[in-house]
Nanobody, 116 residues
Framework: QVQFVESGGGLVEPGGSLRLSCAASGIIFSAYDMAWYRQGLGNQRDWVATINSGGSTNYVDSLKGRFTISRDNAKRTVYLQMNNLNPEDTAVYYC??????????WGQGTQVTVSS
């Protein structure tokens, strides 16, 4: 059974930082390209960033320079470091493989709220 468990979200002021974590189980983690996605209130779930099995990364253009995706294969965990957050980053953040093939395994996500 494939499972993704996200954590690390919270309430942060504009300009602040958060580091999200996603623990995966039920897959050969090191073999998969992994990604973060986010869904703002009333919006569809959008792709944020990808890290492939070799460690190469890719980001939504608007987030380059502020967000950094990384992975620890030994811990079966993917991370998202988010800096200089702004209210437009408020969303529920999810992880899955890229391009999100485990459609029955979306986790609860972790809520990120950027507000003063």
């Amino acid at each position: 059974q494939v499972q993704f468990v996200e954590s690390g979200g919270g309430l942060v002021e504009p300009g602040g930082s958060l580091r999200l974590s996603c623990a995966a189980s039920g897959i050969i983690f090191s073999a998969y390209d992994m990604a973060w996605y986010r869904q703002g209130l009333g919006n569809q779930r959008d792709w944020v960033a990808t890290i492939n099995s070799g460690g190469s990364t890719n980001y939504v253009d608007s987030l380059k320079g502020r967000f950094t995706i990384s992975r620890d294969n030994a811990k079966r965990t993917v991370y998202l470091q988010m800096n200089n957050l702004n209210p437009e980053d408020t969303a529920v953040y999810y992880c899955n493989d890229f391009p999100g093939r485990f459609t029955d395994s979306w986790g609860q996500g972790t809520q990120v709220t950027v507000s003063s």
